[in-house]
């Protein structure tokens, strides 16, 4: 899961916060799994975390900016869109 995110990936993910796992994570150098989906433009992936909870507003230490700052203009808008499916 650590390059191309596909069908088992999203499983996984379903899978591991199904048994508890924190979609707010951070790794040594403060990433998240949504930072992570953000930069490898994981859509689905993206959507998981964010109706789990993860917040695209949180600022990832390393880089001093959120996942909603890294995104591109196109994922901006679909990370807007999700917070609107979530409300």
Do not use: H, R
């Not at 994981?42 to 996942?67: E, H």
């Amino acid at each position: 899961c650590a390059i191309a995110f596909d069908d088992k990936c999203v499983s996984t993910a379903e899978f591991l916060i199904s048994q508890g796992a924190q979609v707010d994570w951070e790794n040594v150098v403060g990433e998240s799994p949504l930072y992570t989906a953000v930069i490898t433009k994981a859509k689905q992936l993206m959507k998981i975390f964010i109706l789990q909870g993860a917040d695209p507003y949180k600022t990832v230490s390393l880089t001093k900016k959120s996942s909603y700052d890294s995104a591109d203009f196109l994922t901006k808008m679909y990370i807007k869109k999700i917070l609107k499916e979530k409300k």
